[in-house]
């Protein structure tokens, strides 16, 4: 009978609750980059400690995503969830107060990327706890829908908020988000994917935080001293290695009879693993836009912070309700058109974004690109979400959503470190050419937008060659 109800309406308590914490948790990742200028006049301080507060935050959630995912399937996942938004809480209360630059590290980076970290993988997990067949189609879109728009968002919040109040305002809301969606979690129903005595592996969790830590740190590194410094290949590759041990040491840890970090089942599950390659590839393509846009804007029209924000705003609005359409998508048609036809919009949109990319370019003349690539990406985010987490049995829902989660987290890390590169390099070289830096701008801009499009068709092509692998039936589970 529960089932039934589920099925006659997806818009319920427990839908708003995930969303609300995708949104709030996937904000405060962008809210501070338009205040730091504020910030370095307030604490006394320099621009590049500053970014440390912003980076510290993306490199928490991907170290411990896997781990929050886990502690979900060992312990409940409402119950992580609801612990996981108390600490959010209490990092946005300790940002709030801060008056140093180690306080605000220690609220919004570490408190609060904890916080997250046990919150995002939680609500997909619930989701699929909670939802089932079309509904779930639903509510994933909803879900990653809010939280892409989030992202947008938070510029434009965060600018207003210094601009009129104060930037500590964004956080003094959080506290009373997270109250409401302690209040939502009462009709929330619970899961749990592991019955037996839990079994913390102390070992793997130091392994693949320490990983994806030394991963994001050598991406986010290169952006400040380059490819070819020692500290970057050097943390990469030490991340490298360290993840071949956690991938070896759960392996040991499982033959022994022991519950592992993730199980044997999701390595070798390969619809899954194909997936979340997709994802990840798409992923490089999709940060690029956030962090190229603003840069463009700025360098040919000396743009402020705020008007920037608000730039994106039709960007935001085209990916959420794209992803609102990518359910009824699938229902109208095949999954496999309806994923082929939502890439294709996505590479019309890039290529649109080229053109349009000129010294002469207005806010207004880049919506048509913005717009169809928004539409296009909206779409099969929700889309392939629902295809990864429905690939996997909903007692292994919990790492898996930790896998998605850190997958995304390291695909926007990747796409902001090579984008930079790209860029910089790009402007660089034209300028030494005799170029004004606008032209520079927009020259490596639109070098920059074919490395999304090759990124876009790459993914394009491996929905086709795995088309016979993503049967309608699992897609819709």
Same mark, same amino acid.
């Given at each position: ?270 619809? /899954? &693993?194909?997936?979340?390659?997709? #994802?990840? =590839?798409?992923? !490089? +393509?999709? @940060?690029? %836009? ?72 207005? /806010? &207004?003349?880049?919506?048509?690109? #913005?717009? =169809?690539?928004? !539409? +296009?990406? @909206?779409? %099969? ?73 090759? &990124? ?22």
């Amino acid at each position: 009978m529960e089932n039934t109800i589920q099925e006659k309406k997806w818009l319920t308590i427990p839908l708003l609750v995930f969303c609300l914490a995708a949104f709030i948790t996937a904000l405060d990742s962008t809210l501070l980059n338009v205040s730091i200028p504020t910030l370095v006049r307030e604490f006394h301080t320099s621009l590049p400690s500053l970014q440390w507060v912003i980076s510290a935050y993306s490199l928490v959630l991907a170290a411990l995503m896997i781990t929050g995912g886990r502690l979900g399937d060992f312990f409940g996942r409402k119950k992580i969830f609801m612990i996981g938004a108390a600490l959010f809480a209490v990092g946005s209360f300790i940002t709030s107060i801060s008056h140093s630059v180690p306080v605000l590290i220690f609220g919004e980076s570490i408190i609060e990327g904890l916080g997250a970290a046990l919150m995002v993988p939680a609500t997909a997990a619930l989701i699929v706890t909670n939802f089932t067949g079309e509904n779930r189609a639903k509510a994933f879109g909803v879900w990653t829908g809010l939280a892409s728009v989030a992202v947008a968002v938070g510029p434009i919040l965060g600018g207003w908020l210094t601009t009129n109040y104060t930037w500590r305002y964004g956080f003094r809301i959080n506290i009373f988000v997270v109250v409401a969606l302690l209040i939502g979690c009462l009709f929330v129903k619970d899961s749990k994917g592991v019955t037996e005595k839990p079994q913390i592996d102390f070992p793997g969790i130091l392994l693949s935080a320490a990983g994806f830590f030394l991963i994001v740190f050598g991406l986010i590194q290169s952006t400040t001293y380059g490819w070819l410094s020692l500290i970057v290949p050097v943390s990469i590759i030490c991340g490298v290695v360290s993840l071949a041990l956690f991938v070896s040491w759960e392996r040991k840890r499982e033959e022994s009879g022991k519950t592992p970090l993730i199980s044997s089942s999701v390595f070798k599950n390969k619809k /899954f &693993f194909i997936n979340i390659f997709i #994802l990840f =590839i798409l992923y !490089l +393509g999709l @940060g690029t %836009i956030s962090f190229f846009i603003p840069i463009f804007f700025q360098g040919v029209n000396n743009a402020s912070a705020f008007h920037i924000g608000l730039s994106l705003i039709p960007y935001s609005i085209s990916i959420f309700v794209g992803s609102q359409f990518a359910a009824y998508l699938v229902k109208w048609t095949s999954p496999l058109t309806a994923r082929v036809s939502s890439m294709i919009v996505a590479i019309i949109g890039l290529l649109i974004l080229r053109n349009e990319i000129s010294v002469v370019a207005t /806010f &207004f003349s880049t919506v048509p690109g #913005l717009l =169809i690539y928004g !539409l +296009g990406v @909206g779409s %099969i985010m929700p889309q392939l979400t629902n295809l990864i987490m429905s690939s996997v049995p909903a007692q292994e829902s919990g790492e898996s959503s930790g896998i998605y989660n850190t997958m995304r987290y390291v695909g926007l890390a990747f796409s902001v470190a090579i984008t930079g590169t790209i860029l910089v390099s790009g402007i660089n070289r034209h300028i030494a050419a005799g170029l004004s830096h606008a032209q520079s701008v927009v020259y490596a801009g639109r070098h920059m937008l074919w490395f999304n499009i090759g &990124f876009a068709a790459a993914a394009l092509i491996l929905f086709v060659v795995f088309a016979e692998k993503q049967s309608k039936k699992a897609s819709t589970v």
